[in-house]
């Protein structure tokens, strides 16, 4: 044998050496076949902490059990938004005597337990936030050093969701990080959905992330920077989801989704049409569905937008398929599908700039990529109003307001009954 067959034998025996003995993770706990819907304190509270002046607004025991309640007499529970999820700013800034994790005793005066029993009292379910680094990202203990007693920690306070950020820590370690901190929730037996900003930091680092380990480590994923109530804001994070389709649509589907971020429906930034822009790509992108808006002065047509049935239905289609970008057309107006089941198909165009006046848009039904049946039934998906019968060899016409509002309509075989 030739030296240099001898060292490509070599390598190939250290190569399945390696990948045999590589520790393999999966997610155990069966969770979020449909993409999670819930409410999540960040975006709309932050981390506002003094509650001498901020008593109604402060990360407290408070402001989540109003919330709480409001989420089931709002009729946002029975929508689907199940999950209350407190983000950054809970805990204490030092650990307890024993290495525990505490919150902060005058804004959680009864304990995060006692809080997830009330919440779980309404039929929600509980998540709490925590980071893998030695600090969150606002500055409080993360789980460096702590991975399995912190699971257990919220295993016993019955913690339904956890969100682990990436803050203080070193990027090149979260992939064993996360997936050790995942071994350290299955080992606790009770079912915890895991999201992970794994990718995100990675991504920011100009990393590639191994989203196929991803996919077998976490529930969900925060893939890109963070949401801010502007439509500026909105489309980037839109843009970058297409832009990026082809490399994250592949690993989502029902168990573990990509993440764009929260829902910024009903705060100051977005008007009525890019609220439903943003709520309608969410849905086609099969987003996990996560609001941060304060449900005590919500106005009426946002809540309308968030508890709109046709956007919940696409959005959890079983399927669980990510939609995606399938045409640009005139430098304005970008068209997004997403297939359901039932061989139904949901679509979203979209006006995203500012311009002078609605624009009118004629599209072949081949250049939706419909063409399999003959037939098919045409639906606009806010009202789910008919809007005619069209042939394969059709086109469909509509127009479409500027300024980032979208039309978005779904469309099936004829033979085949609505939403
Ligand atoms: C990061 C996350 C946000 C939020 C904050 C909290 O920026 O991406 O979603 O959790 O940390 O400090």
Redesign the pocket.
């Known amino acids: 044998m030739k030296w240099s067959q001898h060292i490509i034998i070599c390598l190939i025996q250290l190569v399945c050496w390696t990948s045999y003995n590589y520790p393999v993770n999966s997610l155990e706990n069966g969770l979020l076949r449909q993409p999670p819907m819930g409410w999540l304190t ?1 975006q709309r509270f932050r ?1 506002v902490t003094d509650c001498q002046e901020n008593p109604d607004t402060c990360i407290s025991e408070k402001l989540i059990r109003t919330q709480a309640q409001l989420l089931v007499s709002g009729g946002y529970l029975a929508a689907g938004y199940e999950y209350i999820i407190i ?2 700013c809970w805990l204490n800034k030092t650990r307890a005597a024993d290495g525990s994790l505490q919150p902060d005793n005058q804004r959680f005066p009864s304990g995060i337990r006692a809080l997830s029993d009330y919440v779980h009292s309404l039929g929600l379910k509980f998540g709490i ?1 925590e980071d893998y680094g030695t600090e ?3 500055g409080y203990p993360g789980v460096l050093g702590h991975l399995e007693q912190d699971a257990q920690t919220f295993a016993s306070w019955k913690v339904d969701y956890l ?1 682990l ?1 990436g ?1 203080n820590a070193d990027i090149k370690d979260y992939d064993t990080g996360y997936p050790a901190m995942e071994n350290a929730l299955n080992a606790t037996g009770f079912p915890i959905a895991y999201s992970c ?1 794994w990718p ?1 930091y990675q991504e920011y680092a100009k990393m590639k992330p191994n989203y196929s380990a991803i996919a077998q480590t976490c529930n969900l994923w ?1 893939n890109w920077g ?1 949401i801010d109530d502007s439509w500026d804001s909105v489309y980037s994070i839109v843009q970058w989801f297409g832009d990026n389709q082809d490399r994250l649509a592949p690993f989502h589907g029902p168990g573990h989704w990509n993440d764009p ?1 929260m829902i910024v429906v009903g705060n100051y930034g977005l008007s009525p049409s890019q609220s439903r822009a943003q709520m309608a790509l969410w849905s086609i992108m099969a987003a996990p569905l996560i609001l941060s808006v304060d449900l005590r002065t919500i106005s009426d047509w946002a809540r309308d937008i968030i508890l709109n049935k046709n956007l919940i239905a696409i959005n959890q289609d079983p399927l669980g398929a990510m939609g995606r970008r399938i045409l640009k057309l005139d430098g304005h107006v970008e068209v997004w599908s997403k297939s359901l089941q039932n061989d139904r198909t949901a679509f979203v165009a979209l006006f995203p700039e500012p311009y002078g006046t609605p624009i009118r848009m004629s599209i072949s039904l081949t250049d939706l990529g419909l063409g399999r049946f003959d037939e098919y039934d045409i639906f606009e998906t806010f009202h789910g109003d008919f809007l005619g019968k069209y042939h394969k060899s059709d086109r469909y016409n509509f127009t479409i307001n500027p300024s980032g509002d979208v039309h978005a309509f779904y469309v099936e075989s004829a033979l085949i009954k609505s939403l």
């Open positions: 960040w981390c983000d950054d936030y969150t990202c606002a969100k950020d803050c900003s995100a925060r963070d971020d």
